[in-house]
């Protein structure tokens, strides 16, 4: 029996759970306390993992934020705001991009 695949990356079958974990959890994992460098795009789940970790996370991060997922603009403008806190923020553009919407894409965080 054949395996259906999508390429597109629009669905998961039976066998291609993939499983959560929190930063803090994954960090124990792996043994690393505090990051060099996080890029971070997993697909909406970035605005409660920023809003719930422990700051500074790493010395630099990207991240791809998806307010056409869920959250709203202002509600990642209050996270900014939040996060400007630990980090010096560049890049927080408001743009739309990729055909998907207004979105703030690639901003750029660098720990003070």
Known sequence: MSKEVHLDGTHVIEGDEIEMVTLEEFNKRVGVDYWDLIIMDIETCEYEL????KHP???QMSVEF?????QTKEQLDE???MLSEYYYIRQDVWEEKH????NYWD???IAK
Do not use: S
């Open 79 to 81: 996270l900014l705001k």
């Open 57 to 59: 996370i790493a010395k």
């Open 107 to 109: 901003v750029i965080f």
């Open 50 to 53: 920023l809003k719930q970790a």
């Open 99 to 102: 055909h998907a919407g207004f």
């Open 66 to 70: 998806h307010a056409h997922f869920g």
